[in-house]
């Protein structure tokens, strides 16, 4: 494109900024002449040109927007035209859960073990710790990992025993639910609702990546009528009191964590904290209690998933 010219003496203009409503501006530096080559008061939305109306040929003006088209009207004729709209879909992209992080790996694992295994509070972790760190860092560390964490998940599975137990949080009831392995001890999937129903029975047992061949449960009516309709090929137990063990066992650790805690501060956190503690659960079981062998395994865990 070439460079336009001054109307009053010819000369090249150069660029002056734009006005309050987008337009460009021009001034020439001989004569001092502000000018513009075109004109509008309204602020185009799109940059794709606005479309002629196909009966009086004027320029359509937006009269609504949606998710996928734009439907333009002429001010004259009141004729209306739909636009559709081709946005470029957002590019998913991973970011590693310890990129922003400006101290060691190791460091951030020894709180998080802390925090979920020996129930230090976050201010008793900061003291400590080694560096000069805030008791706030420590809670976005803790946050973010539970967020980035994998579950560990067992594939073969014979007999499981699922059960729920009731938190409050500001006076209210919440139900955290448990799978756990007959044999391992191992927490393979948990939950957090509002309701202990048929719904939540089934959102509990599809977190498995395999359907067991025993489901042991308590008396709750859920438990049968999930079975009965989405699992069939489970083979439903119900116990009574002190035949679930395995689970109750897991819920008294959970209940210490959290009355060591005082409780949760935000809704939005439960599950978080419930990730956290199942996967600090498990990887202890595995290596046998020494926290030597617990930050190495939970380093091998993140960093090879």
């Known amino acids: 494109m070439q460079r336009p010219i001054c109307p009053k003496c010819g000369s090249p203009v150069y660029k002056n900024g734009h006005d309050k409503y987008g337009n460009q501006q021009f001034i020439c530096k001989r004569c001092r002449y502000s000018f513009k080559i075109s004109h509008t008061k309204h602020h185009k939305l799109f ?54 992080f400006r101290f060691p790996i190791l460091i951030v694992i020894q709180a998080f073990i802390l925090y979920f295994k020996y129930n230090l509070s976050f201010r008793a972790i900061a003291n400590a710790l080694s560096i000069p760190v805030s008791h706030v860092t420590i809670y976005h560390w803790i946050i973010r990992l539970s967020s980035s964490l994998n579950p560990l998940i067992p594939i073969n599975l014979f007999k499981v025993h699922a059960d729920e137990t009731i938190i409050l949080f500001k006076a209210r009831r919440y139900y955290v639910w448990f799978v756990v392995d007959s044999e391992s001890h191992l927490i393979l999937a948990w939950h957090v609702s509002r309701y202990r129903d048929v719904s939540n029975v089934k959102i509990l047992l599809s977190k498995l990546k395999s359907s067991p061949d025993i489901l042991v449960t308590d008396h709750m009516p859920s438990y049968s009528a999930c079975v009965d309709m989405f699992f069939k090929d489970i083979e439903h137990l119900q116990v009574g009191l002190g035949g679930n063990n395995p689970v109750e066992s897991r819920f008294s650790l959970f209940k210490m964590f959290v009355k060591v805690k005082r409780g949760f ?27 030597n062998d617990l930050m190495l395994k939970l380093y091998s865990f993140i960093t090879n998933t």
């Open 47 to 100: 940059s794709f040109p606005y479309p002629k109306c196909p009966i009086c040929s004027k320029t359509m003006e937006i009269r609504k927007i949606r998710r996928s088209f734009v439907v333009f009207r002429c001010r004259h004729c009141h004729t209306s035209r739909r636009v559709p709209l081709f946005l470029p879909q957002p590019v998913p992209f991973s970011i590693h859960p310890f990129k922003f």
């Open 265 to 291: 501060k935000k809704y939005r956190n439960i599950p978080l904290y419930v990730r956290g503690f199942c996967i600090v659960h498990n990887l202890y079981k595995l290596v046998g209690g020494d926290f």
